[in-house]
């Protein structure tokens, strides 16, 4: 069964503080991962994405990292701001992406909130 | 060029009622998701169409719901003989193959 676990569910940190979050995952086969931010009542948001021949991949304060290997992932925010508060979603693509018929696996997230 | 729109996106029904929830993709886009998240939980994949076309249902119930997306016109995700745990967000996304952009989805409530 594919799958997508997230830690930490939420954390809280102060304003200008970096932070990891991390995705592990059991999806095959494989096809992309992404990261996506959603913000409380909206739709979420694509902020990287990446395949199975990338390891990193930045998006402004936003750097993630992928071990297909061991089927890791990380997103990293780089002096957070206020507006950083929201749940950000790990999500792992299997199938022939090329023809649209991607099935996503969605994480729950992690709750982000960040105080002044 | 307008981002995926939803209507309503809020909508509040009674047990026993019908829910309709509508969908128009981004311009150009010809492939409609939905999935459907539930509080605390992940988005859970329902349905993918093309034009007038289902091409997987692998994740929608096989009672009480359906969905179409006409040659005109926008999505539709029906719910029939809605019950309290159809309480959920549903949020569509279209893309032109694939990255799929989402919707601001449709928080339905069942009294």
């Known amino acids: 069964k594919n799958q997508v676990e997230q830690s930490p569910q939420s954390l809280i940190i102060l304003e200008g503080k970096n932070c990891t979050l991390q995705?592990?995952?059991?999806?095959?086969?494989?096809?992309?991962l992404r990261w996506y931010k959603q913000d409380t009542g909206r739709g979420p948001v694509s902020l990287t994405i990446?395949?199975?021949?990338?390891n990193t991949k930045s998006n402004g304060r936003y750097t993630a990292t992928l071990d297909a290997d061991t089927k890791q992932s990380s997103l990293h925010i780089t002096a957070s701001q206020l507006s950083d508060s929201a749940s950000y979603i790990c999500v792992v693509s299997a199938g022939e992406a090329n023809f649209g018929n991607e099935k996503l696996t969605f994480g729950t997230g992690t709750r982000l909130t960040i105080i002044p | 060029n307008a981002g995926v729109m939803q209507n309503p996106r809020h909508l509040v029904r009674r047990r026993g009622q019908e829910a309709r929830l509508r969908c128009s993709p981004m311009k150009g886009h010809s492939h409609v998701y939905w999935y459907r998240q539930l509080p605390e939980e992940g988005l859970k994949f329902m349905v993918y169409?093309?034009?007038?076309?289902?091409?997987?249902e692998s994740g929608m119930p096989k009672e009480r719901f359906s969905a179409e997306f006409p040659k005109e016109g926008p999505s539709i995700l029906r719910i029939q003989q809605v019950v309290r745990g159809d309480s959920a967000a549903y949020f569509c996304?279209?893309?032109?193959?694939?990255?799929?952009?989402f919707g601001p989805g449709t928080r339905l409530t069942v009294l």
């Open positions: 169409l093309q034009k007038e076309n289902i091409i997987d």
């Open positions: 995705c592990n995952y059991t999806v095959s086969p494989f096809s992309n």
């Open positions: 996304a279209s893309s032109l193959a694939t990255n799929p952009y």
């Open positions: 990446m395949t199975f021949s990338e």
